[in-house]
C-alpha cells in the first residue's frame, strides 16, 4: 500500500540545537517533495521544495535531503528557536495520470528555551 | 498581497442541518482546492478545480458533499446534511497552475454536534 510516514510522537529539542524530521514513503514515486509548516489554527505555509534529481536544499537555517532510493527526506533546522515551535508536513508531488499532491500527518516540534 | 480567504473561521451546527464554507483564492489563482484536515493528520484533498473545472473530486463525498467555482474565482464547498463524523478543519489553498506551489487559507473548524 502506498503511505507517508512522519514521526507520530512530537520532537523536544532545546533552543539552539538542531532539529531533524523524517518524511518515509513507500510505493510512490514523487516528481518532488515539499515540506510545509502549520501553526495551530493556520493553514500549512510552505517552507522548501526539492525534487526528484535533487540531493539537497537549503534557505537560511532551513535545509532539506531527498533519497529517492531510500525514499526518504530529512528536514533540518539549525539553530532553533522557540519560534521554531510548530508542526511540520511533509507533502509528496505526484504526476501520475494527473498531479496531485499528499501529505504526511506531521511531525509537532517544540523548541524549548 | 491578500492571501487566501476563508469564512467562517468557526462554524457548530447540530447534525442533519446544511452548511457552507466560502473561499476566496490569491488574485490570479487559476488552481482552487478544498482540503479536509482532522485532527493530528495531514490535509486530504476533497476537490481541486482548474478556472471553473472540477479536475480532480474523486475524494469528495458526493452524496452529502457538493462545491461550486463560478467565474473562475471564488468558490464555495457545501455538506447536507452534516454528520457528527465531519466534524474537522476545511482548508482552501490557490496556486497560480497546478503543480505550483499552494498558498493555504486560515480554514473553517466545523463542529457537527
Known amino acids: 500500500s502506498q503511505k507517508i510516514e512522519q514521526n507520530s510522537e512530537a520532537l523536544n529539542i532545546q533552543e539552539g540545537k538542531t532539529a531533524t524530521l523524517t518524511c518515509n514513503y513507500t510505493n510512490y514515486s514523487p516528481a518532488y517533495l515539499q515540506w510545509y509548516r502549520q501553526d495551530p489554527g493556520r493553514g500549512p505555509v510552505f517552507l522548501l521544495l526539492?525534487?526528484?534529481?535533487?540531493k539537497e536544499k537549503r534557505k537560511e537555517r532551513l535545509k532539506v535531503t531527498f533519497d529517492t532510493t531510500l525514499k526518504q527526506s530529512l528536514f533540518h533546522i539549525t539553530a532553533s528557536q522557540p519560534a521554531d515551535s510548530a508542526t511540520y508536513l511533509c507533502a509528496l508531488a505526484l504526476n501520475t495520470g494527473g498531479f496531485k499532491t499528499i501529505f504526511g500527518a506531521g511531525t509537532r516540534l517544540f523548541v524549548k528555551a | 498581497e491578500a492571501g487566501v480567504v476563508q469564512s467562517p473561521r468557526y462554524k457548530i451546527i447540530e447534525k442533519k442541518q446544511p452548511v457552507a464554507f466560502w473561499c476566496n483564492p490569491i488574485?490570479?489563482?487559476?488552481?482552487l482546492y478544498w482540503y479536509l484536515q482532522n485532527l493530528g493528520q495531514g490535509p486530504e484533498l476533497l476537490i481541486r478545480?482548474?478556472?471553473?473545472?472540477?479536475?480532480?473530486d474523486s475524494q469528495l463525498p458526493k452524496d452529502r458533499f457538493s462545491a461550486e467555482r463560478l467565474k473562475g474565482v471564488d468558490s464555495t464547498l457545501k455538506i447536507q446534511p452534516a454528520e457528527l463524523g465531519d466534524s474537522a478543519v476545511y482548508l482552501c489553498?490557490?496556486?497560480?497552475?497546478?503543480?505550483?506551489?499552494?498558498?493555504f487559507g486560515p480554514g473553517t473548524r466545523l463542529t457537527v454536534l
Open positions: 488574485s490570479g489563482h487559476n488552481t
Open positions: 526539492i525534487r526528484e534529481n535533487e
Open positions: 478545480y482548474e478556472n471553473e473545472e472540477a479536475v480532480d
Open positions: 489553498a490557490s496556486s497560480l497552475r497546478v503543480a505550483d506551489t499552494q498558498y
